[in-house]
């Protein structure tokens, strides 16, 4: 999963603190249901990756998504591992950035 988008075009929603993935849909960041809908899909392992400003924030929600999995629909979100990855945001020009210095993954 991409979370590293600002999201200017959504200004005042997402600033430069605020990426898109952290954005409130129904009380629930988006991050929660891309989560739900991996998780209900069965999948094992996901990869989350953001720029370092960003890491914190991303790391808070995820954390908070496991703590309270019940609540936001994830049924296996113990047993879904979910490794985080954040980038220098002066290393990536786009998405291919991002695929060729995550491919040790």
Do not use: W
Request: hydrophobic share 40%; aromatic share 6%; charged share 25%.
């Amino acid at each position: 999963l991409a979370c590293a988008e600002e999201g200017l075009g959504l200004f005042p929603l997402t600033n430069e603190d605020q990426c898109t993935s952290l954005l409130p849909i129904a009380n629930r960041p988006l991050l929660s249901y891309q989560l739900n809908l991996l998780d209900r899909a069965k999948f094992s392992s996901v990869i989350v990756v953001t720029f370092k400003s960003f890491e914190g924030k991303i790391r808070r929600c995820i954390d908070n998504l496991f703590e309270s999995h019940s609540q936001v629909g994830l049924q296996s979100a113990r047993e879904m591992n979910v490794d985080l990855i954040a980038l220098d945001e002066e290393k990536v020009q786009g998405t291919v950035d991002v695929l060729r210095l995550i491919k040790h993954k």
